[in-house]
């Protein structure tokens, strides 16, 4: 059979990954797919320098070239929002299908470059975008397709996940932690997006859509990040027998859309629990085959790289096949895609880890829980810890209350005098 | 788009499951696919009660019936040997895709079977024949084509897992709980192929020769059950810092292949070792994308049965898109599918965990590290367990040695009249 050519966008981290896998393990892949897969041109302002070699001789100038006729299947790991928009729209106009790991992109336009791809009937392929070298989204669209998926919980964000776990085993604040994440390279430069949330949400926008047959965006995911976790928190949490994670949940409830990105109490007997460092996982409750739970490294560049290049393999068999759109691109056929009201979070009922910092006074509890009380808040129990300084840590953790009723109440006590440094409000995961 | 039909034989357990989730997922299935699959024609001896209204009026008494003009898949859900290989071998020179369950015969007779599909044009899904709900043989084939597999380590019998999961949780012996897995119907009345580990060399003879590209069969895979297992053992692997598994290993070194199936010591910080009760686990390490875990219900009707129907739609695309084979039967095609050399137990090399029963006299220690020492085998710790009867345990952990070597040192110490029962060998997988 014909070789099926490929036109690459980025040679950054990922795309030097991809680079290597389809030199090293060419022969694999050729033997799999019963025909080549062939690097023919690249554009990218840089090279890492480990690939350079291997990019001589195929480089071009202009992104444009990657539409020619003797390309088949185009990536774009270039990141970012208007070029790689503009650039992946072009590439559908010009017929060819297109691979990405742009989780930004895709949690924002990801319905009108589906809806692109769907009228010029090529295909995109997306699996690095959520989780790197973990095939959620194959098991999504292909594996669990006899069911109705339920929920899913996710831990989508390793440099989130590797902060929490160092914390929690040097005994360090997130500060020190995140800087020594960034020295490793564990972490951006400017870390915002993960350290907030928004990676995840980006992340548990995707898979939410395509799980349920919504067309759900960022705009819609409720993120809190997890900066203000302190080493306090970690330790409570395990007394009380949790791991404080930075969690993506997505659910559907009675035709409605929860999904949200915050630090969550995780049982320390969930399988979510145990996922420490970078690792990322995703666990998914279906109405058929129950719990499964996929595991792996989240990101990184040759993971992330491999889910790429398995993507173009898939893609490629469709182009052999002439079966462009064999799954539907969100795993739904598009006049199916609907957007059904999202949850909003104050409707939501839960437990909850609440530290304030309070005077070490007395009666500083009576007026809390007088407060917490007055709206509907009922204490399972309460730690005051003696620090010896001005202010001490009250920790409450409540019965299962209304997202609202806790918000009206910390918007009272916070107006009390007694209130000295930020609140700290942790939902505990407890299904 | 004309609807895929589908003939099914056997409605066991499985099948039950099978013929409930066509008709109560039919409306997410067919919106999934574009078209309907209708379950048209049905063969089987018992049918569970809870389905048999859903199949009256399209039983049929002989199941040639179901090589039909107008059945396009065939399910075979009967098991066993014979019977079902000669089903399946009709259906296929039928020219009709098969979707089964059955890990023993693919075990047995894989090469044969997929060699006559790949003749007749068809497909063959056997999703389900491996850990259930988990879809690992779709992460093999496809999620991580773009890689080299170098290593599978798996729990992938539930019954075996929950029993020491209960060993441990309960404090009790083997015979107790598995009677009490047995009343519960976790266990079959003859436990035989689960607690021998034949059921799990099944799986990693399917799983590791469409990870390697090799016809790997039952008969190359080294079994040992946990039958011996006792809880004395469960709690010393404890304080060692490991966890007791049933587990599978299949790895490709220096072009040959070890494959085996044996009670483990599990590192604690291993994803495996965290895998409880009745779930499975398959840790996948990969050139390219590192580690990935799946972990789900490896057996039960509707987990198995949900990947039973992910097969069928798979192979109804293949029909509606005129695309058979469109991935590899094994994963590589017939023509790259070998038969490596299979590594000899005895030629590997790692830590041992061994328990003797013996004299409680002076001078029995001596013994037995003499003749350890006399075999190079070098003692990393012992323990001598002074129970106040005749005999008593005597653990010893050993420094990596050759399994050669441990047999050697337990054939000559097993002459000494100092033992007084059967010795427990179990492997540590310190990796």
Known sequence: MKQVNIGLLGVGTVGSGVVKILNDNAEIIKKRLGFELKLKKVCSKIVHDDVKHLVDGIMVDSYEELFDDDIDIVIELVGGYDFAKNFMLDAISNKKSVVTANKALLARHGYEIFSRAFENKVDVGYEAAVAGGIPIIKAIKESLSANNIQCIKAIV???????????????????????????????????????DGIDSAHKMAISSSISFGDNITEKDVFTEGVRDISLLDIKYASEFGYKIKLLGIARLIDDKIDVRVHPTMVKKDDALASIEGEYNAIKVKCDMADDTVYVGKGAGSLPTASAVVADVMDIARNIRHSSPLRIPLMSFPFNYVRKRNIIDINELEMDYYIRFSVDDSVGVLSKISGILGNNNISIKSVIQLNKGEDWVPLIVLTHKAKEKNIQNALHEIHKLDIIKDKTLLIRIDDE
Chains 1, 2 share one sequence.
């Open 157 to 195: 964000n390793g440099t989130c996940n590797y902060i929490l776990t160092e914390m929690e085993r040097k005994q360090a604040g997130f500060n020190d932690v995140l800087k020594d994440a960034q020295e490793k390279g564990f972490a951006e430069a400017d870390p915002t997006f993960d350290v």
